[in-house]
């Protein structure tokens, strides 16, 4: 995954994940969408990994899976398999600003902590994130 919604397979778009809360009634709307069979130029495609039906069936028992979770496992299985962290980033911010370092870390609310090159840690919101090349 590639912070914050991203399903990237080495740093080809695949799909995005994007989940809504609503606190008040407890519970969460997940959509998911997946490039199967046609991807965007510079996307990638499961072309090969069958009809829609096949791959949500084999996406829902991973999904059951994680209901028994607690929170506390769920942020860490996240970090986990989230490519974005420990990554030199460029975070492009609103009306044209943008803030360059390593990604650290993320809260307690997912929001994404980057330490920029003078050591100030910012917490992100929101913002489109594109992993640096190191040198």
């Known amino acids: 995954m590639k912070w ?26 997940v959509g998911i969408g997946v490039n199967l069979g046609w991807a965007p130029e510079g996307a990638v495609a499961l072309s090969s990994a069958g009809s829609p039906l096949e ?23 996240h970090k986990s398999v989230l ?3 420990g990554s030199r980033v ?8 943008f803030l360059v370092g390593v990604a650290d870390d993320l809260d307690e ?7 920029d090159d003078n050591g100030q840690r910012h917490v992100i ?10 040198q």
Do not use: W, Y
Not at 6 to 12: M, N
Not at 109 to 115: A, D, F, I, P, T
């Open 109 to 115: 609310k997912s929001r994404l902590v980057v330490v």
């Open 125 to 134: 919101d929101v913002g489109d994130v594109v992993h640096l090349r190191t």
């Open 55 to 77: 791959v949500l069936a084999a996406m829902l028992p991973e999904i059951d899976v994680r209901e028994d979770q607690s929170d506390s496992q769920l942020c860490e299985e």
């Open 83 to 85: 490519a974005t962290l």
């Open 4 to 29: 914050p919604n991203d399903l990237v397979i080495g740093d080809r778009k695949l799909g995005g994940l994007l989940a809504v809360g609503v606190p008040q009634e407890r519970f969460v709307v």
């Open 90 to 97: 460029r975070v492009e911010l609103r009306a044209g600003e």
